[in-house]
């Protein structure tokens, strides 16, 4: 079953998450918040490199998505900033699994770099 995607969430997702393993790398995080992610263990789930698990993780990171454990070895979990940013997140990993091809479409529909999208959409959302 299809579930209407709000203007606000779009709005989210275009401007907020740049690729689909970044989508599921939050929505991994997110469902097993209790627990550490190391970029071999995402990159395990995720079926992609440890490297581009470890710069996901970073960039979930910086964008107030994840917060480091300190330790050891890089490790990280799912705790974001601010209650919005965990509201947007939890409607999004609601949303997904019915809409996967939507969502999907939409991650892929801006040629712009989401990366630094990513990183300059949550640089502005901290200030509020």
Not at 92 to 103: D, G
């Given at each position: 079953m299809?579930q ?9 997702i275009?401007?907020?998450?740049p ?15 209790n627990?550490s992610?190391s ?5 395990r ?6 490297a581009?698990?470890d710069?996901i993780?970073?960039?979930l990171?910086q ?5 480091s ?13 601010s209650?919005?940013l965990?509201?947007?997140i ?9 809409n ?10 801006s040629?712009?770099n989401?990366v630094?999208q990513?990183a ?9």
């Amino acid at each position: 079953m299809v579930q209407e995607v709000s203007q606000e969430i779009r709005r989210f997702i275009l401007t907020s998450i740049p690729s689909v393993p970044h989508l599921e790398a939050i929505v991994l995080l997110r469902q097993e918040a209790n627990r550490s992610w190391s970029g071999e263990t995402l990159a395990r789930f995720l079926y992609i490199s440890e490297a581009k698990a470890d710069a996901i993780l970073l960039e979930l990171k910086q964008a107030g998505i994840v917060v480091s454990d300190e330790k050891g070895a890089p490790a990280y979990r799912y705790l974001p900033a601010s209650d919005k940013l965990r509201e947007q997140i939890d409607v999004v990993a609601a949303i997904y699994p019915k809409n996967v091809v939507e969502i999907t479409n939409l991650i892929h529909s801006s040629s712009k770099n989401k990366v630094q999208q990513f990183a300059d959409a949550f640089k502005l959302r901290k200030d509020v």
